[in-house]
């Protein structure tokens, strides 16, 4: 793990010499700043939430020492560990070395090709605690295609609030529409301070993001609409017909600027947090 991820990783108490093993390797390295769930409840509420079945596969990414996985392994068809600590993946492989319906990949999983470790991705469920600095580049990668049946992670509470937040705030932005413009979008819970030790600095909660089907945009619209939503954003603070006409990742033309705002019955003197993803999906397509 590079020294600069901060991971919430989910434990509970160890028995075996394998676990003994993992948590002295994980209490090793509190200077990555890893703090363990240690309320049971949780652990059971977050894996309820997945709602996965003996028909299952699912993907969890960073198990930590396996508070999640304990719950899930013998009541899901398939279980793929991710972690990227080298002394818990060891932990784990030590502690279910036998078990053909699980499998442990020891790696970063922003590194790895995600299809090529799954039987069904598109029929995969997701759960996991997410590193708190790269907590965006792990959701768009897994929603990346062929996008997994339903996902639900553990992250900071902040980030939970800007990927849900309603249209015309403060804190709905680029992340809130790139979700939300190919997937269902569900805050479940909140997880206190006080349910880890050590104790974070943060608080976090649970999402659920669920991908459309069938899918509601093409790749060459998804990239469209990344395009003009990256942009926009990046100058928020401007109006629409502005950011439209003059920032240099798009190139459109004063004319056909004018042109589609009239189309699509939107004021240029509108700010880019007004516009509901839907809105996005519209602009991007007319303009591009």
């Not at 990668?141 to 609030?161: F, G, H, N, S, T």
């Not at 928020?236 to 439209?244: A, E, T």
């Not at 019955?265 to 516009?275: D, I, N, W």
Request: proline share 7%; no cysteine.
């Amino acid at each position: 793990m590079s020294p600069g991820r901060r991971w919430l990783t989910i434990g509970r108490p160890w028995s075996s010499a394998a676990e003994v093993r993992g948590a002295q390797a994980a209490r090793a390295k509190k200077s990555l700043g890893q703090n363990f769930l240690v309320d049971a409840n949780l652990q059971r509420k977050i894996v309820e939430a997945l709602g996965a079945s003996p028909d299952d596969e699912v993907l969890e990414i960073g198990p930590g020492r396996g508070a999640l996985t304990r719950h899930l392994v013998g009541r899901v068809g398939r279980l793929t560990l991710v972690e990227i600590d080298d002394a818990l993946a060891a932990a784990l492989r030590e502690r279910f070395d036998g078990r053909p319906d699980v499998r442990i990949v020891q790696a970063d999983v922003l590194d790895v090709d995600l299809p090529s470790i799954l039987t069904k991705p598109e029929n995969t469920r997701v759960i996991g605690n997410i590193p708190y600095n790269i907590t965006t580049p792990i959701i768009f990668k897994l929603l990346e295609r062929p996008r997994p049946l339903d996902i639900v992670l553990m992250v900071q509470a902040e980030v939970a609030d800007r990927i849900t937040a309603s249209v015309g705030t403060k804190s709905y932005g680029a992340l809130s529409v790139g979700v939300r413009s190919v997937a269902r979008v569900e805050r479940l819970f909140k997880v206190g301070r006080g349910a880890f030790r050590p104790v974070p600095r943060v608080e976090s909660a649970v999402l659920r993001i669920t991908p459309i089907r069938p899918e509601p945009l093409d790749p060459t619209e998804e990239e469209r609409v990344r395009r003009v939503v990256r942009a926009s954003f990046e100058w928020r603070r401007k109006q629409l017909r502005k950011i439209l006409r003059d920032h240099p990742a798009l190139n459109i033309k004063a004319d056909r600027v004018n042109e589609v705002l009239n189309q699509q019955g939107l004021s240029g003197q509108a700010r880019p947090e007004t516009l509901e993803p839907e809105r996005f999906v519209a602009l991007a397509n007319a303009l591009l």
